[in-house]
């Protein structure tokens, strides 16, 4: 069964602490993206991933960081610098980053700062 | 960048009743998707459509390009339509840009 798996599905963190969500994709897809969606807003482009080894910054990219060691995850850390981490994040992969490719979406994982 | 409109920003339906969603892009796109997003958060891919008609069930969407809009049409339209909807184009290059979507809630 292909897809986009996620976890936690939902994460407590203290204010200080750095945390790290999950992405698996088992669709063979070699881009990848991370997205934040605050309430009743779209999404907003984090991170991205053309291919393993690489990855380059979205929109929104200050206070994150992610790896790209396997082509199947690429995991996302929120740190302490980010200032308002409260939100919910969704992974994304599509086949390539370039062209008409569709986009899929993890089931997301919401973080709740204390 | 290119913008992306959505309308209604909200609609209430009956449920039983007939819906067409809007999405206006201000620039040529290869790509164009449109997405349920549930109460519980999932994205779900309802129809990638960068031109023509597509039906899946109750579901339709057309996009014209050259006139760079889309539209969903919902037919006899069920509470679990209920949720977000949005559209999301590729105007080139690799970044996605998503419309600030269009709620939908379906009254039994």
């Known amino acids: 069964d292909g897809g986009i798996t996620q976890s936690p599905k939902y994460l407590f963190r203290k204010e200080g602490q750095n945390v790290t969500l999950s992405c698996e994709q088992n669709?063979?897809?070699?881009?990848m993206y991370w997205y934040r969606q605050d309430p009743g807003q779209g999404l907003r482009l984090i991170y991205y991933?053309?291919?393993?080894?690489?990855?380059q910054k979205g929109d929104i990219a200050e206070g994150y960081s992610v790896s790209r060691e396997k082509k199947e995850s690429f995991p996302l850390t929120v740190t302490s610098a980010q200032k308002n981490p409260t939100a919910f994040y969704l992974c994304?992969?599509?086949?390539?980053?370039?062209?008409?490719?569709?986009?899929?979406f993890g089931p997301g994982t919401r973080l709740t700062v204390l | 960048g290119i913008q992306v409109e959505q309308s209604p920003p909200d609609l209430i339906l009956q449920e039983g009743a007939n819906s067409t969603l809007r999405c206006n892009f201000s620039?040529?796109?290869?790509?164009l998707q449109w997405f349920h997003q549930n109460p519980w958060g999932q994205l779900i891919n309802l129809f990638y459509?960068?031109?023509g008609t597509k039906q899946n069930g109750r579901l339709s969407a057309t996009t014209v390009a050259t006139e760079r809009y889309s539209l969903l049409y919902i037919s006899s339209s069920q509470t679990t339509d209920s949720g977000v909807y949005f559209c999301?184009?590729?105007?080139?290059?690799?970044?996605?840009?998503f419309g600030a979507g269009t709620r939908l809630f379906v009254k039994a």
């Open positions: 991933s053309q291919i393993v080894n690489d990855f």
């Open positions: 999301a184009v590729k105007p080139g290059g690799f970044k996605t840009i």
């Open positions: 669709l063979n897809h070699d881009a």
């Open positions: 620039d040529s796109v290869n790509n």
């Open positions: 459509i960068p031109s």
């Open positions: 994304a992969s599509s086949l390539a980053l370039v062209g008409g490719y569709e986009q899929f």
